[in-house]
Structures are given as C-alpha cells and as structure tokens.
C-alpha cells in the first residue's frame, strides 16, 4: 500500500516538474482607437516549457511585444482589452494560476520576482533620475527583503556576469551617462537579479555588439541550466534565435503562422512567411545590388541579378569630402567643488580620417568604444577637445552656430533610441515633415505633407501613419520616422547610427535597398555605424575598426571580413550570430 501511494505521489511530482511553465490558450488583444476597438492579436495560443527557451520571431507591429505585455500585466485596461487565459505555474506551485484573472495588487508578487522582462528600449525602461545600481538593487530589496549592503554587492557581482565595464562606476551612473549597449546590459541585470521562473527578453541584444551579444546568451544559457529559468526570447534578429532557442514561433499580423522546434522551423521553414525572413538576411559571403524583401518572396518576384558589388573607390571622388585629423574627446568622470576634472575619460582619441564623397564608411566596435561619440562630435552635436572636421574643404571649428545650422541641412543624423529622437507630442507625420517647415523648403504645407507622405511610404510607413504619435508604432517603426526625418532633407552626408539595429529583417532590407538606391541616385556619402558585422560588410566600401577610443584597423570591407589582421577584429568576426 506505501509503495503505490509513493508511487503515486512520485509520479504527480514528476508530472508537476515537467509541466509547462506558460500557456497561453486563445489570447486576443485590441487597443480603442477613435471610439473602436482594433485586434492586433488574434486567437494567439502557446506554450513555454520548463527550463526551454521559445524564439518568438516576426516583423515589426505583428504583436511580438504585445503578446509580451499581456502577459505581465503592462497594457492600460482603459486603451486595451486583453481576452483569453494565460496560466502560470512556476516552481513549488501545486497548481496553475491564470494572470488574467489577477487585480494589480495580486499580479505584483508574480512580477519581477518570478516573472521579469527585458524591455527592448532601455533609455525609456530605466529612471533617468536615479543610480543605474540603485534601480537593480531596489529589485531584491523589494522582492526578497535584503540589506542595502548586499544587494550593492549582488548587483556589482551580477554587473561583472553581464560584461558591464567598471562595475562599481556603473552603478553610481546615472543612465545618460552609460551607451546604449550598457543600458541594455543595466536592465539585464535587473530582471535576472532575483532569479525568475520566466524570463520575457524582448530584443535584449538589440543595442549590443556581437561579442557582448555572444556572451549574453551563453550567460543566459548558463543560468537557465543554473536556476531551471524558462525564456520567452522576441528578436527580429533569426540567427540570434537559432542560437538561443529551443522552440520557435513566427508571428505574422498578430496569428501565429508557424511553431515548432527550432530546427524544424528555422532549417525546413513550411509558410512562405517564414521562408521570406530567413531570405531577407543579409548575405555573410556575398554583397549582391540588392537584399530580396518579403513582398519579393511573397509575391514570387525574382531580385534582379547583378554582379556583386564592387569594394574599391573606382566609384567615388578622389577627393575626401570630409576629413578628420587628430580629434579627441573628452569626458570628466569626477570634478571637485570648483568643477576642476579630477578624473577624465578619453572616449575618442586622437582618431584621423577620410570620408570621399559617394562612398559608405562602415565603423563598428564593441559598445562603449567611441562609435557613437564621434559622430555626435562630426556634427559638432558635442564639444571636442581637440582635433579638427574639415567639411567640403570649411574647418566646422570656424563656423558660427547660425552657419552650422544652415550646414545641417547637408549633414544629418539617424540616432540609436527612436524613442527619444521624436517628440512625444507631435504626430509622426510632422516630425518628419518639421525639417521642411524649419528650412522653409516647398511652396506650401500642401507640398511639403505629400513630399513626407511619399518618403513615409518608401521606408515602409503607410501615409494613414501621418497623424499617428510616437507611442502608438513599435519600435521598429519608430526608427523608420527618424530614418524618413533624416533623408527628408536631401542630405549629402547622412551618418547613421546604428539605424536598422531596432528593424527585423524584412524592413531591414527595405531600409538598407532605400539607401543604396538613395546613394546611386543622389550621391549621397554615409557613416555607417554599427554592431552588426553582416549589415556592414554588405552595406559599407570601406570599414573601420575602433577599440577604447581609437581606430585600430581599416581597409574595405572584402579586406576586412576575409583577411582581419587584429585580434579584436578576428575576435568580432567570430562572434557573428549565424544559423
């Protein structure tokens, strides 16, 4: 009799063990728009299960992060309405509870204790007026009661697991003072810091370089096996889904079109939808005119065959049109009270070189290198400490601030955070068309509205998106307003800033095809800066490479990606996501 009822009870437990972790059974969500609700999921259904991670993948708006956000309770009952059953048994519960069911008071003991997320803009995530350490440490004060003095210490060891440079100075920064990358990494401490049942990642490497990206995933790989921790992973990114997950899930237009083993769908794809993602990947060992995109696959159309492009400056001007010679920049980490620097950082230093007119410039380097400075100070966006920029032959040190804000109209930007480029309160359309306006370009509102509805509509943007606000497109939308905000001014010189890191990979080959068309047909001469190694080498004639600051290697891209003669090169190259 004992030995049927240990029987029994040893089978419950098992069973108990390897039940899923999440189900989500006939999830539909819509959002009130002008008195009417809109579904943007459909009759969704999943499963996660225990100690697995489910790749959900998809384009951008086709309810990935939606999904994301049912299921932690973030979506305002008074804009949305969420239906269906989503069912939560984490470890040591003896039964399922559905969250839908659960008030704000209930939900909290499950969130960010047992079920935590990563969110994918982490300039918007994080407080911009308290300590980045100070935002972690408050987690596990909250959820598990422990002293200031140990959680400083736990989240200083956590920053140290996830390659966050100078821990202990992270910790005092505030988050404008960290790169975009570091902030990523900031929030990734703070949803593993208590050791969650579920972990929702939504693009947690999207802002980081391939050899921080590498190791986050074989950190989260690591902790997954440490703690059983199940991951629901959303990327746009396919070959960092094949790395990581164990499931895969395609959305398409809030449904679910495609699920199954990693392998199954990512190596023997059924839906022409599927098939069109991995297609629009941009090539590792070619550099073809241009990147099929998902209308070309769904509709059968075949890209025109031409030969690779070429790598050398047969089609460029000679003559440098901007030229960078000994600049530097520098930043006070510590001032006393006379605001005399007691402690310096030297983010760009003593850099030197040549951008020719008509050609693209790739620069790529782990986050926190410089990247992203240097083309603030290009733009003289930020103070320099010495060095000059040379601009069609005028030193921009000469020019005066009204001069340089009529030089501006040749020289423009596409910033990393889409979020806090566009202001909140003015709608989409405007804030493109804003540049137009300013410079009194077209004869009337009337022409500049159908310019900026056409651009909208040639970087995927429907022209019904012109009245829309900032918060009301995804984040990969977002980062098409500001793409469209820069080229709307016909620019000469267009420096782009990780510009397609936030897009997937079906408008991301819309975007990177717009650019070259632009270049061919207007000349136009990017920097193109970026993490992503497999954008550069398909997009850039020449690449550099830049580490702490300076450039340590240089040459085109073919060069660069076949014959890397540093180790840091070699180092970023090996560390390319690859299915």
């Known amino acids: 009799m004992f030995f049927l009822y240990f029987c029994r009870t040893k089978k419950i437990l098992s069973t108990m063990e390897n039940a899923d972790v999440l189900t989500i059974e006939d999830l539909t969500v819509g959002f009130r728009h002008d008195g009417s609700l809109h579904d943007v999921v459909h009759h969704v259904s999943l499963s996660v299960g225990r100690g697995r991670t489910l790749g959900i993948v998809g384009e951008s708006g086709s309810g990935k992060s939606v999904t994301s956000m049912s299921i932690m309770h973030l979506l305002s009952e008074k804009s949305s309405r969420v239906s269906g059953q989503i069912f939560f048994q984490g470890n040591g519960m003896a039964k399922a509870v559905d969250l839908l069911t659960l008030d704000e008071e209930q939900m909290r003991e499950y969130r960010g204790s047992r079920i935590a997320m990563i969110f994918q803009e982490p300039m918007t995530s994080l407080n911009p007026v308290q300590r980045c350490g100070d935002q972690v440490a408050e987690m596990l004060m909250l959820h598990e009661g422990v002293s200031r003095k140990e959680a400083r210490q736990r989240v200083i060891e956590l920053f140290n697991e996830v390659m966050l440079p100078r821990p202990e100075k992270i910790f005092r920064s505030y988050p404008h003072e960290i790169s975009g990358g570091q902030k990523q990494r900031v929030m990734i401490a703070m949803a593993l810091i208590c050791h969650p049942d579920i972990l929702i990642a939504d693009e947690p490497t999207t802002a980081l370089d391939v050899t ?320 992503d190694l497999s954008v550069v080498h398909y997009m850039a004639d020449r690449i550099m490479v830049m580490q702490q600051g300076r450039i340590v290697e240089q040459g085109t891209a073919d060069q660069i990606y076949a014959d890397p003669k540093e180790e840091y090169t070699r180092t970023l190259l090996a560390a390319i996501p690859r299915l």
Do not use: W
């Open 212 to 531: 921080v990206q590498q190791g986050i995933l074989n950190l989260l790989r690591k902790l997954q096996q440490k703690f059983n921790i199940s991951i629901i992973f959303i990327s746009h990114d396919l070959g960092v889904v094949g790395q990581i997950a164990d499931d895969v899930a395609v959305m398409y237009r809030g449904k679910i079109v495609e699920s199954g083993s990693a392998k199954e769908v990512l190596y023997n794809p059924q839906h022409p939808y599927t098939k069109g993602l991995l297609a629009c990947r941009p090539p590792l060992d070619s550099r073809p005119y241009r990147l099929p995109t998902l209308a070309d696959f769904e509709n059968g159309t075949t890209v025109e065959s031409k030969p690779t492009r070429p790598t050398d400056h047969t089609t460029v001007s000679p003559t440098p049109l901007v030229s960078v010679r000994d600049l530097e920049v520098t930043y006070s980490l510590r001032k006393n009270l006379f605001g005399k620097s007691l402690e310096d950082l030297t983010a760009v230093n003593r850099v030197s070189f040549d951008i020719y007119r008509g050609e693209t410039l790739g620069l790529v380097g782990e986050s926190g290198c410089g990247k992203s400075t240097l083309g603030r100070a290009l733009l003289r966006l930020i103070d320099t400490s010495s060095g000059q920029v040379v601009y069609d032959g005028r030193s921009l040190d000469s020019l005066s601030a009204s001069q340089m804000r009529q030089l501006r109209q040749k020289i423009q930007i596409v910033f990393q955070d889409p979020y806090s480029s566009l202001n909140p309160r003015i709608t989409a359309g405007e804030a493109i068309m804003e540049p137009l306006a300013t410079h009194r370009i077209g004869a009337n509102a009337k022409e500049r509205r159908e310019r900026t509805v056409e651009l909208m509509k040639r970087v995927g943007l429907g022209a019904d998106m012109f009245d829309r606000y900032p918060h009301e497109f995804s984040g990969g939308q977002r980062q098409r307003i500001c793409i469209a905000r820069a080229l709307i001014m016909n620019p000469e010189v267009v420096i782009c800033d990780e510009s397609v890191s936030a897009l997937d990979v079906s408008v991301q080959a819309q975007v990177l095809n717009l650019l070259n068309d632009l270049k061919e047909h207007f000349g136009y001469t990017y920097l193109f800066i970026t993490h």
